[in-house]
Nanobody, 119 residues
């Protein structure tokens, strides 16, 4: 199993920035990809960004955050980050970190961190 713990959420004004962190522990050697998802009230969970855990190459951004967000991970391969800038009220959601053995098999999830953007 892989354990994931997110941090970095909070309340920010529109136009502001936040950096979310997700620390991975346990069987991290089994991870192929790491991603950030978000779920707003009344909406389905959506993939925001995804990164190859081993190469660190950023492979995907949702159109809604492209150009405003950057996913990265540390060289020790313990933490994945999501830097978000120019935040909008529609970015308000619970953000989840997930680890996958493939891009279609997200097998481990964090508990989520709330991001609230005020207008």
């Amino acid at each position: 199993q892989v354990q994931l713990v997110e941090s970095g959420g909070g309340l920010v004004q529109a136009g502001g920035s936040l950096r979310l962190s997700c620390v991975a522990s346990g069987r991290t050697f089994s991870i192929y990809t790491m991603g950030w998802f978000r779920q707003a009230p009344g909406k389905e969970r959506e993939l925001v960004a995804r990164i190859n855990w081993w190469t660190g190459a950023s492979t995907y951004y949702a159109d809604s955050v492209k150009g405003r967000s950057t996913i990265s991970r540390d060289n020790a391969k313990t933490t994945v980050f999501l830097q978000m800038t120019s935040l909008k009220p529609e970015d308000t959601a619970v953000y989840y970190c997930a680890a996958g053995q493939s891009i279609s098999n997200w097998s481990n999830w964090g508990q989520g961190t709330q991001v609230t953007v005020s207008s």
